[in-house]
């Protein structure tokens, strides 16, 4: 039986992080991956031939830096097709919003009302998430009795929140669980420009823009600096540089290789055995997937009944659908030059409209008006398509994974016509474009990527799901009560989004309790 | 306006509110020279019994009682000033299925009620109703306390959040993430945690809605249900009861022990403006254009209407008055006072059900209560509504003549604005009064025909007659963003303001609304402390 | 005469499609047999049915107990039969001990834990068959049970309201089998199962510590299995007992009950109030090596650390059992509290359970002290009473494991 030091489930960009950072530490490491093709959620692959798209995610936002360095992705082919991209939010009325490193005005060049209101806002969320920004690359402090660095993490936020002045730090713990509706009609009118920045904090999760708590999402979005940006060569090639990095240093990926348990023994960990039979051992196994699926593949019977009840209860309600189209030509926007159109496009009319969005999927149906964010990452990187047409990615926010009458092929050429439809009344002849389209639910990113409920962040970015309480009360520190096996995925903190964060946590987790075990062995 | 001398005191409390005269209370028992000036021609607020019909009295806003604080009883000696609160035992949720859903408070019947649906939720009945006992006994501590301002580097609020470090520290770990998951959980996943029958969630849920403009959904509205939930009476934590004469007799008796510690009251005009000079209070001119002075003035008014409406804006700092404005109350509930000629019947329910005897209801699902707030979120009241429906003449004899009885409909959700741009004050009510009649008759056939008169009230009634701001019963949302330090105002939520000398003791304080008193009687405790009073008379001063 | 007042006719409330659920106590299975003989209709809720307390006289039910056979009526407790290819692994990922060491036809005692290492409840496991068991316990365990098979292939199944039981015990209580015609179970062992027929299964168990047997029928053949063994033990002193005598039994026998000697941590509204099998003094009840069970980590990390509590066996000088009384060290320091006690009639000493707070009872053992309130002929007197440590059981008589078992 082939032995390994650690083995990695699944290559999405937490595995392949972890994996890289686990061989760069010395450590023999095995990556697993069910798919054929690599990247999970971040996977990229041919809509049609000779169009390249992102197959679910389409941009890096928060994809952190340090992470980035540590496996020097840029020596593994990682480059940038175009770096802060600009946000357009779409109005009805043709008077589309420019959003650029916190700055906002609008497309036609007059004066924006809330233009100031908005940047003093926006600089001031910037402020509050700075508080968070460094949380990330830690692990969930223990609150009972905390070790000097859980304290010293505890004191950095206390010593952050305090040299933000009283006033600010005020307002942070206001605004920290509040709801993005208010925090941001509270300072400026509703619109496009409201809408997006709301977009922003509810954007692949279940909640509204009135629910409380989004506030922080938002928060959260903004800790990386907001900052949107496409990697050259499309999603794939980041995916493959991840994969490089790893692999130069050891790391071995096999694909096709769909977990079937991992292997308990004594309460430790000692390997996996894939669905055709094969077993691999190691005393490490980190798991991207979801802490549903992980405890299933891991077996009930290893975990204590309240760690299975609060597993079992982690909301992962998907409701973010994905739309991909290959065209034949770059399609004409009302009133939009070729340069806006390679930033981000919004379609998220006003805070009230997302929150009706949010409305019908609450109860199993499709909203009239969900809300889009539309890339054509061809524009700015025309290497994604061979010849001359353009592929578009839409992500659709609102579709509910657990839809009325389930997610049949009706229920699919509803979703695209309701998005094509909105698109259209912007980019009239759209539909005349199409080369080849594809419509993601959230059952087919569950089928897909194996997250439970086909959320993308593997379980709801909410308070009572976050830090300390992620994924589970009990079971925030990568460490599963299994000796040897751990979260490093989006389950874990700090959660969804192309981050790594979790992948690095876990891996340098792994390897301390490595070094600890080798020298108990010693 | 030409304003006439009336009177010099040390202190005047705007609002004759539960919360108005809690405070007075306290500070006339110090001895203080302590004024009361009430609006409208009655004291009470929105703790109140009226006869609006003759021979019925209506506890025409608050109805029930549980949120008082044991300790103002207590210090105020209520009781020997007449307040006497029923426990009522059980309730129900109809169905349209012609059946019910009931809660006893006789542990062993709602176990086999329960199981009637599911023997599993039984069992986490006994689970959930223990998870809400630990937060009740968390907070419950906290309620009559100030709140300490996390900026400060004052000694008494580091004191204060070392005291909260250390209390939270106790839970332990789990108990620690468990208390941040309830408080920032919706009602509904919460509820989803532990049970497995419709209807037996939609009952419990209601209290994680009532008076808030949340849905069952909404993050948050658990801690709405704890905030309906950590009351008691005499001991029973979680239990609700009738006030004798209704809910006016809190307040009555709150006036009572007032005049007797040498308190004054007067009824009849609101407060115009309240003074203010060089960043300090002195004063307020009445509305009939009476000048009283005071170098103290208390506001049971909400934060919105007193410094909005009553203060100088000259005399606020900007920032301090764009978070006022920013403070959310809004306006999503509404209600229904009936006189009946006799007991409506229930075919639903038993010969001799007890739970007639408690709140009734009829929101059958979780959906059925969110949609309810997704009509209230579009601007119109609930399609179907949830309510909270009582008929205290079961207990109380003293609310309605002999046979005949007096019904309680609280109504959720109804907003205060409607978004058809309709006036409350003309068929609108009627309509809003029609939806909820409709569905009470769907369980009762022969309700309508029983009814001899009716109140309806609707957010803007509310904040007509009441002075609430929006008709929000809570005088402001219990969203965490608005709660305890940040409640109202971060910076303010000590019971002062920017305006030496000026407090505010009404629920848009912490630790927010419901007849509890805590907010008043905290508010006190400061001003007796700015005074220069040493010796805690009391335990709600001596509580922090 | 004509109608009178009284005879006037009252309008008949309209019956209603859901009935109420029944409010208050419910009867029993046997009510119909054990009202009548409840001279002092003596009865104390128990999970929300009438259970005796006393029929006649609490004496003389204990020394029936003691010395002939009697009945006491079990049907109120909890009930739940799992089955189903993973019954044997849900059981033993519930159970402390390992299940799969109790062979089908035999009883275990256990207790089950929390992820803590806290004590839920303890009960009798009953294997009837190699895939079938059920489970006797104080406190509703059906929601817990969901928990605990969650994922597995089992079936749950409340059985409380189905099975009627009636606890057969004393000296004399084979005898009274015997002349009910059941004799062929003189081969059956102490915590022994056997099945009779469909309609009668029978454990040798109890709570005396002397010979005695559970009879376990469908509710519906309760008053025929009551009338039976009635009829049978005429001959033999048999009489109904009610709860206090057979408590007096149960302390003697060594018994913990939870509710009373602990506090189920399910019911602890403080989550570190709860105690560990260690701390009940039931070590002997965890098998670290069966691989995982619910709350093994944390026990082990609780066996490292040792006990914060132990309940101990105490004898107490004089005649006055010390009802909820403190225990001290050395006349001064609180060591903790007595949780069950009497005056044992069998032994003639002052017998209690504790709960000490260590290091009373592990590191700290002697110089103990229990303060007894009492009303002397209408004067008040409170007493220093010296308390040792002792074993449990207090009484435990050899007719309890002979087999085949004796007759008197």
Same mark, same amino acid.
């Given at each position: 039986?082939?032995?390994?030091?650690?083995?990695?489930?699944?290559?999405?960009?937490?595995?392949?992080?972890?994996?890289?950072?686990?061989?760069?530490?010395?450590?023999?490491?095995?990556?697993?991956?069910?798919?054929?093709?690599?990247?999970?959620?971040?996977? /990229?692959?041919?809509?049609?031939?000779?169009?390249?798209?992102?197959?679910?995610?389409?941009?890096?936002?928060?994809?952190?830096?340090?992470?980035?360095? &540590?496996?020097?992705?840029?020596?593994?082919?990682?480059?940038?097709?175009?770096?802060?991209?600009?946000?357009?939010?779409?109005?009805?009325?043709?008077?589309?919003?420019?959003?650029?490193?916190?700055?906002?005005?609008?497309?036609?060049?007059?004066?924006?009302?809330?233009?100031?209101?908005?940047?003093?806002?926006?600089?001031?969320?910037?402020?509050?998430?700075?508080?968070?920004? /460094?949380?990330?690359?830690?692990?969930?402090?223990?609150?009972?009795?905390?070790?000097?660095?859980?304290?010293?993490?505890?004191?950095?936020?206390?010593?952050?929140?305090?040299?933000?002045?009283?006033?600010?730090?005020?307002?942070?713990?206001?605004?920290?669980?509040?709801?993005?509706?208010?925090?941001?009609?509270?300072?400026?009118? *509703?619109?496009?420009?409201?809408?997006?920045?709301?977009?922003?904090?509810?954007?692949?999760?279940?909640?509204?823009?009135?629910?409380?708590?989004?506030?922080?999402?938002?928060?959260?979005?903004?800790?990386?600096?907001?900052?949107?940006?496409?990697?050259?060569?499309?999603?794939?090639?980041?995916?493959?540089?991840?994969?490089?990095?790893?692999?130069?240093?050891?790391?071995?990926?096999?694909?096709?290789?769909?977990?079937?348990?991992?292997?308990?023994?004594?309460?430790?960990?000692? /390997?996996?055995?894939?669905?055709? /039979?094969?077993?691999?051992?190691?005393?490490?196994?980190?798991?991207?997937?979801?802490? &549903?699926?992980?405890?299933?593949?891991?077996?009930?019977?290893?975990?204590?009944?309240?760690?299975?009840?609060?597993?079992?209860?982690?909301?992962?309600?998907?409701?973010?659908?994905?739309?991909?189209?290959?065209?034949?030509?770059?399609?004409?926007?009302?009133?939009?030059?070729?340069?806006?159109?390679?930033?981000?496009?919004?379609?998220?009319?006003?805070?009230?409209?997302?929150?009706?969005?949010?409305?019908?999927?609450?109860?199993?149906?499709?909203?009239?008006?969900?809300?889009?964010?539309?890339?054509?990452?061809?524009?700015?990187?025309?290497?994604?398509? *061979?010849?001359?047409?353009?592929?578009?990615?839409?992500?659709? &926010?609102?579709?509910?994974?657990?839809?009325?009458?389930?997610?049949?092929?009706?229920?699919?050429?509803?979703?695209?016509?309701?998005?094509?439809?909105?698109?259209?009344?912007?980019?009239?002849?759209?539909?005349?474009?199409?080369?080849?389209?594809?419509?993601?639910?959230?059952?087919?990113?569950?089928?897909?990527?194996?997250?439970?409920?086909?959320?993308?962040?593997?379980?709801?970015?909410?308070?009572?799901?976050?830090?300390?309480?992620?994924?589970?009360?009990?079971?925030?520190?990568?460490?599963?009560?299994?000796?040897?096996?751990?979260?490093?995925?989006?389950?874990?903190?700090?959660?969804?989004?192309?981050?790594?964060?979790?992948?690095?946590?876990?891996?340098?987790?792994?390897?301390?309790?490595?070094?600890?075990?080798?020298?108990?062995?010693? | 306006?030409?304003?006439?001398?009336?009177?010099?005191?040390?202190?005047?409390?705007?609002?004759?509110?539960?919360?108005?005269?809690?405070?007075?209370?306290?500070?006339?028992?110090?001895?203080?020279?302590?004024?009361?000036?009430?609006?409208?021609?009655?004291?009470?607020?929105?703790?109140?019994?009226?006869?609006?019909?003759?021979?019925?009295?209506?506890?025409?806003?608050?109805?029930?009682?549980?949120?008082?604080?044991?300790?103002?009883?207590?210090?105020?000696?209520?009781?020997?000033?007449?307040?006497?609160?029923? !426990?009522?035992?059980?309730?129900? =949720?109809?169905?349209?299925?012609?059946?019910?859903?009931?809660?006893?408070?006789?542990?062993?019947?709602?176990? $086999?009620?329960?199981?009637?649906?599911? $023997?599993?939720?039984?069992?986490?009945?006994?689970?959930?109703?223990?998870?809400?006992?630990?937060?009740?006994?968390?907070?419950?501590?906290?309620?009559?306390?100030?709140?300490?301002? !996390?900026?400060?580097?004052?000694?008494?609020?580091?004191?204060?959040?070392?005291?909260?470090?250390?209390?939270?520290?106790?839970?332990?770990?789990?108990?620690?993430?468990?208390?941040?998951?309830?408080?920032?959980?919706?009602?509904?996943?919460?509820?989803?945690?532990?049970?497995?029958?419709?209807?037996?969630?939609?009952?419990?849920?209601?209290?994680?809605?009532?008076?808030?403009?949340?849905?069952?959904?909404?993050?948050?509205?658990?801690?709405?249900?704890?905030?309906?939930?950590?009351?008691?009476?005499?001991? =029973?934590?979680?239990?609700?009861?009738?006030?004798?004469?209704?809910?006016?007799?809190?307040?009555?008796?709150?006036?009572?022990?007032?005049?007797?510690?040498?308190?004054?009251?007067?009824?009849?005009?609101?407060?115009?403006?309240?003074?203010?000079?060089?960043?300090?209070? =002195?004063?307020?001119?009445?509305?009939?254009?009476?000048?009283?002075?005071?170098?103290?003035?208390?506001?049971?008014?909400?934060?919105? $209407?007193?410094?909005?409406?009553?203060?100088?804006?000259?005399?606020?700092?900007?920032?301090?008055?764009?978070?006022?404005?920013?403070?959310?109350?809004?306006?999503?509930?509404?209600?229904?006072?009936?006189?009946?000629?006799?007991?409506?019947?229930?075919?639903?329910?038993?010969?001799?059900?007890?739970?007639?005897?408690?709140?009734?209801?009829?929101?059958?699902?979780?959906?059925?209560?969110?949609?309810?707030?997704?009509?209230?979120?579009?601007?119109?009241?609930?399609?179907?509504?949830?309510?909270?429906?009582?008929?205290?003449?079961?207990?109380?004899?003293?609310?309605?003549?002999?046979?005949?009885?007096?019904?309680?409909?609280?109504?959720?959700?109804?907003?205060?604005?409607?978004?058809?741009?309709?006036?409350?004050?003309?068929?609108?009510?009627?309509?809003?009064?029609?939806?909820?009649?409709?569905?009470?008759?769907?369980?009762?056939?022969?309700?309508?025909?029983?009814?001899?008169?009716?109140?309806?009230?609707?957010?803007?009634?509310?904040?007509?007659?009441?002075?609430?701001?929006?008709?929000?019963?809570?005088?402001?949302?219990?969203?965490?963003?608005?709660?305890?330090?940040?409640?109202?105002?971060?910076?303010?939520?000590?019971?002062?303001?920017?305006?030496?000398?000026?407090?505010?003791?009404?629920?848009?304080?912490?630790?927010?609304?419901?007849?509890?008193?805590? !907010?008043?009687?905290?508010?006190?405790?400061?001003?007796? $402390?700015?005074?220069?009073?040493?010796?805690?008379?009391?335990?709600?001063?001596?509580?922090? | 005469?004509?109608?009178?007042?009284?005879?006037?006719?009252?309008?008949?409330?309209?019956?209603?499609?859901?009935?109420?659920?029944?409010?208050?106590?419910?009867?029993?299975?046997f009510?119909?047999r054990l009202?009548p003989l409840n001279l002092h209709q003596d009865w104390m809720?128990?999970?929300?049915?009438?259970s005796a307390r006393r029929f006649d006289s609490v004496e003389a039910e204990y020394f029936a107990i003691r010395n002939q056979a009697t009945l006491f009526d079990i049907?109120?407790?909890?009930?739940?039969?799992?089955? %189903?290819?993973?019954?044997?692994?849900?059981?033993?990922?519930?159970?402390?001990?390992?299940?799969?060491?109790?062979?089908?036809?035999?009883?275990?005692?256990?207790?089950?834990?929390?992820?803590?290492?806290?004590?839920?409840?303890?009960?009798?496991?009953?294997?009837?068959?190699?895939?079938?068991?059920?489970?006797?316990?104080?406190?509703?365990?059906?929601?817990?049970?969901?928990?605990?098979?969650?994922?597995?292939?089992?079936?749950?199944?409340?059985?409380?309201?189905?099975?009627?039981?009636l606890s057969l015990q004393g000296p004399t209580s084979f005898a009274v089998l015997e002349a009910?015609?059941?004799?062929?179970?003189?081969?059956?062992?102490?915590?022994?199962?056997?099945?009779?027929?469909?309609?009668?299964?029978?454990?040798r168990t109890g709570f005396t510590g002397d010979l005695g047997y559970e009879?376990?029928?469908?509710? %519906?053949?309760?008053?025929?299995?009551w009338?039976?063994l009635w009829?049978a033990g005429h001959d033999f002193g048999l009489r109904p007992i009610g709860y206090a005598a057979l408590d007096m039994a149960r302390i003697e026998a060594g018994f913990?009950v939870?509710?009373?000697?602990?506090?189920?941590?399910?019911?602890?509204?403080?989550?570190?109030?709860?105690?560990?099998?260690?701390?009940?003094?039931?070590?002997?009840?965890?098998?670290?090596?069966?691989?995982?069970?619910?709350?093994?980590?944390?026990?082990?990390?609780?066996?490292?650390?040792?006990?914060?509590?132990?309940?101990?066996?105490?004898e107490v000088?004089?005649n006055k059992a010390?009802h909820?009384?403190?225990?001290?060290?050395?006349?001064?320091?609180?060591?903790?509290?007595?949780?069950s006690t009497l005056w044992s009639p069998t032994c003639k000493r002052n017998i209690a359970l504790?709960?000490?707070?260590?290091?009373?009872?592990?590191?700290?053992?002697?110089?103990?002290?229990?303060?007894?309130?009492?009303?002397?002929? %209408?004067?008040?007197?409170?007493?220093?009473?010296?308390?040792?440590?002792?074993?449990r059981p207090f009484f435990r008589h050899r007719r309890r494991s002979l087999?085949?078992p004796a007759r008197l």
């Open positions: 039986m082939t032995r390994y030091d650690a083995i990695v489930i699944g290559a999405g960009h937490n595995g392949l992080a972890a994996a890289g950072l686990l061989a760069r530490g010395g450590r023999t490491v095995l990556v697993v991956e069910k798919n054929d093709v690599l990247g999970g959620a971040a996977a /990229g692959y041919e809509i049609a031939p000779g169009f390249r798209a992102p197959r679910f995610a389409h941009l890096l936002h928060a994809w952190h830096p340090q992470v980035e360095r &540590q496996l020097d992705l840029a020596a593994h082919g990682l480059a940038f097709a175009r770096r802060d991209l600009a946000t357009l939010s779409l109005a009805d009325d043709g008077n589309h919003t420019i959003i650029e490193r916190g700055e906002a005005r609008l497309a036609a060049g007059n004066s924006l009302p809330d233009a100031a209101a908005f940047a003093a806002l926006h600089r001031r969320l910037q402020r509050f998430a700075g508080v968070l920004a /460094g949380k990330l690359l830690q692990v969930p402090p223990r609150l009972e009795s905390p070790d000097w660095r859980d304290l010293a993490g505890l004191a950095k936020l206390g010593l952050d929140l305090r040299r933000l002045g009283a006033a600010d730090a005020r307002e942070f713990l206001r605004v920290l669980l509040s709801n993005a509706h208010d925090v941001v009609l509270d300072e400026i009118a *509703d619109g496009p420009l409201a809408g997006a920045l709301a977009l922003d904090a509810v954007m692949g999760g279940h909640s509204g823009p009135r629910s409380p708590g989004s506030a922080l999402t938002l928060l959260y979005r903004l800790a990386q600096g907001g900052g949107r940006h496409l990697p050259k060569g499309g999603m794939a090639a980041f995916v493959g540089a991840l994969a490089e990095a790893a692999q130069s240093r050891g790391a071995e990926i096999r694909r096709n290789a769909a977990v079937e348990a991992v292997l308990v023994e004594n309460d430790r960990v000692i /390997g996996i055995r894939l669905a055709d /039979g094969e077993a691999m051992k190691a005393p490490l196994v980190l798991s991207s997937l979801d802490a &549903q699926t992980t405890l299933r593949l891991t077996g009930v019977e290893h975990f204590d009944a309240e760690a299975v009840r609060r597993i079992r209860h982690v909301r992962c309600k998907g409701v973010t659908a994905k739309v991909n189209l290959a065209l034949s030509a770059l399609p004409r926007f009302d009133g939009i030059g070729e340069d806006l159109l390679g930033g981000r496009l919004l379609l998220t009319p006003s805070v009230q409209a997302l929150e009706t969005a949010f409305d019908a999927t609450k109860y199993g149906e499709l909203p009239a008006c969900p809300a889009l964010e539309v890339l054509i990452p061809s524009l700015a990187d025309p290497s994604l398509v *061979d010849g001359s047409g353009h592929v578009m990615s839409i992500v659709v &926010q609102y579709a509910p994974y657990h839809l009325k009458g389930g997610w049949n092929d009706a229920a699919r050429s509803r979703l695209a016509a309701t998005v094509l439809d909105l698109l259209e009344r912007h980019a009239p002849g759209l539909r005349d474009l199409i080369v080849a389209q594809d419509v993601l639910t959230p059952l087919d990113i569950e089928r897909e990527t194996g997250a439970s409920g086909g959320h993308w962040h593997h379980g709801e970015l909410s308070v009572d799901q976050m830090l300390t309480l992620r994924p589970v009360n009990g079971l925030a520190r990568y460490a599963l009560p299994v000796g040897g096996l751990y979260l490093c995925g989006a389950a874990a903190h700090p959660g969804g989004d192309i981050i790594g964060a979790a992948g690095h946590n876990a891996a340098r987790l792994a390897m301390k309790d490595w070094a600890l075990l080798e020298e108990r062995v010693a | 306006m030409s304003a006439r001398n009336a009177g010099r005191y040390d202190v005047i409390v705007v609002g004759a509110g539960h919360n108005g005269l809690t405070a007075a209370c306290y500070l006339a028992k110090r001895g203080l020279k302590t004024l009361v000036v009430e609006r409208n021609d009655w004291i009470g607020g929105a703790a109140v019994s009226r006869e609006l019909y003759e021979g019925w009295t209506y506890s025409n806003c608050s109805y029930v009682c549980s949120l008082l604080r044991p300790e103002v009883v207590r210090d105020l000696d209520l009781p020997r000033h007449g307040l006497q609160v029923i !426990p009522y035992e059980s309730g129900a =949720t109809f169905t349209d299925d012609g059946g019910y859903f009931a809660y006893y408070s006789d542990h062993d019947a709602l176990r $086999r009620e329960i199981s009637r649906f599911s $023997r599993r939720d039984a069992d986490n009945y006994e689970r959930y109703a223990r998870a809400v006992m630990r937060q009740c006994r968390f907070i419950k501590p906290l309620l009559m306390r100030t709140a300490p301002d !996390p900026a400060s580097n004052r000694p008494r609020d580091l004191a204060e959040l070392l005291y909260l470090g250390r209390r939270f520290h106790d839970l332990g770990e789990r108990e620690m993430g468990e208390t941040i998951r309830f408080w920032t959980m919706s009602i509904g996943e919460f509820l989803d945690e532990y049970f497995e029958t419709e209807v037996i969630k939609a009952h419990f849920a209601g209290s994680g809605i009532i008076g808030t403009g949340l849905g069952v959904y909404s993050p948050g509205t658990a801690y709405v249900l704890l905030h309906h939930y950590m009351g008691e009476v005499d001991g =029973t934590i979680g239990a609700w009861g009738f006030t004798r004469g209704g809910m006016g007799g809190v307040t009555q008796a709150m006036a009572s022990a007032l005049t007797e510690a040498g308190g004054e009251i007067r009824a009849g005009s609101g407060v115009a403006e309240i003074l203010a000079k060089n960043g300090k209070t =002195t004063g307020v001119v009445l509305e009939n254009g009476d000048l009283l002075e005071a170098p103290t003035v208390i506001s049971n008014m909400d934060v919105r $209407r007193t410094f909005l409406n009553h203060v100088d804006q000259k005399e606020l700092p900007d920032d301090f008055t764009k978070a006022v404005k920013r403070f959310k109350i809004r306006g999503s509930s509404a209600k229904l006072n009936i006189a009946l000629d006799g007991f409506p019947s229930f075919p639903a329910a038993p010969a001799g059900a007890p739970f007639l005897k408690g709140d009734l209801h009829a929101s059958q699902s979780l959906e059925e209560l969110e949609r309810a707030y997704d009509d209230w979120k579009a601007g119109r009241w609930s399609a179907e509504p949830y309510f909270d429906m009582l008929i205290p003449t079961c207990i109380d004899p003293t609310m309605a003549p002999p046979g005949k009885h007096m019904m309680t409909v609280f109504v959720q959700y109804a907003p205060y604005a409607l978004a058809s741009g309709e006036p409350w004050d003309g068929p609108a009510r009627d309509a809003l009064a029609e939806t909820v009649i409709a569905k009470i008759a769907r369980h009762s056939p022969d309700f309508r025909d029983l009814i001899l008169h009716k109140e309806v009230r609707t957010p803007w009634d509310i904040e007509h007659e009441v002075g609430l701001t929006e008709g929000n019963i809570f005088q402001g949302e219990l969203t965490f963003d608005q709660m305890f330090f940040n409640r109202p105002v971060p910076g303010y939520a000590d019971y002062r303001s920017p305006i030496k000398g000026l407090y505010l003791c009404g629920s848009s304080s912490h630790p927010g609304g419901g007849v509890m008193a805590a !907010p008043g009687a905290n508010a006190a405790r400061e001003v007796l $402390r700015d005074l220069g009073f040493k010796s805690a008379a009391t335990s709600a001063e001596r509580a922090a | 005469m004509t109608a009178g007042f009284l005879d006037r006719p009252i309008l008949e409330p309209v019956a209603a499609a859901t009935p109420m659920v029944p409010r208050g106590l419910v009867p029993s299975p009510d119909a009202r809720p128990w999970a929300g049915h009438l049907s109120p407790m909890h009930k739940y039969r799992v089955t %189903g290819p993973d019954a044997e692994r849900v059981m033993n990922r519930l159970m402390t001990r390992d299940v799969r060491k109790i062979a089908p036809g035999r009883v275990g005692y256990s207790l089950w834990c929390d992820e803590d290492g806290f004590v839920i409840d303890d009960g009798t496991l009953f294997r009837l068959g190699r895939d079938d068991f059920r489970l006797c316990c104080q406190e509703p365990q059906l929601g817990w049970l969901s928990d605990v098979a969650w994922g597995f292939d089992v079936t749950l199944r409340e059985e409380t309201e189905e099975i009627a039981g009910a015609g059941l004799g062929q179970l003189a081969a059956l062992k102490p915590f022994g199962v056997a099945k009779v027929d469909d309609g009668l299964t029978v454990s009879l376990w029928v469908p509710a %519906g053949r309760a008053i025929a299995l009338d039976r009829a913990v939870c509710g009373v000697d602990f506090k189920s941590i399910h019911a602890a509204v403080r989550p570190t109030r709860g105690r560990t099998p260690f701390e009940l003094d039931a070590a002997r009840l965890v098998d670290f090596d069966k691989g995982h069970f619910n709350g093994r980590r944390a026990l082990l990390q609780h066996a490292k650390e040792g006990p914060r509590y132990k309940l101990v066996a105490l000088e004089g010390p909820a009384a403190f225990v001290y060290h050395r006349k001064k320091t609180e060591a903790g509290h007595i949780t504790a709960m000490l707070q260590a290091p009373y009872g592990v590191d700290i053992t002697g110089d103990l002290w229990v303060e007894i309130y009492h009303d002397k002929e %209408g004067k008040w007197e409170r007493i220093m009473a010296k308390a040792w440590l002792t074993e087999t085949p």
